[in-house]
């Protein structure tokens, strides 16, 4: 099996769940879903168990997948969950980070700053984060974010291409956050990232509410 495919179709249906394109309840057929990505079963197989580990798909009748339905309080406690360990991971990057990696930084929020297309706005952000993430030179905490992160980037990145204003926000956060980094200041840096989770999260359930009207 090819892991990139495994890959491809999760990261496609992943992108499905998060645009609100294939709605909570919808089934996921391994056959039906072998023919629209022209494979075997065995990587959708395996994309499916992804989204699964992922909590974006859960199993019914028979073992059958279909998408899950994300309440708001499953969405608060991870979103929190996340906000803590990039918190705790960001503090740390305020005084364990480079001076290169310090104007890496730097350097990518310049270019958040000059970038309006939302898709490309969503692989800066990934960058700035995963930057921060290396700089704290901590592999459990990393590892803990990481699966974090399977559940809650693509909802964050969702963000930016259905509320038109969450870019300019979220470049002001970036920036507090790299000049509390660069002051070396780990308290400030901490609180700022962990209001910079809860921003996307307020964003998000204010896109999932309109969607349900």
Known sequence: MSIRTAENIFETLVDGIVAGRMPPGEPLVEKALAEQFGVSRTPVREALHRLEQARLAERGARRAFFVRQMAPDDLAELFEAAGEVESGLAALAANRMSEIERRKLEAILAEGDACDDPEAYGAINARFHDTLKSGARNAILAATLDEL?????AWRAA??????????TSRAEHRGITEAILAQDAETTRRLMRSHVASSYIVLTDILARRAE
Do not use: K, M, V, W
């Not at 992160?149 to 980037?153: A, D, E, I, S």
């Open 159 to 168: 963000n930016f291409h259905e509320d038109a204003s969450r870019l300019e």
């Open 149 to 153: 992160n399977l559940r809650t980037l």
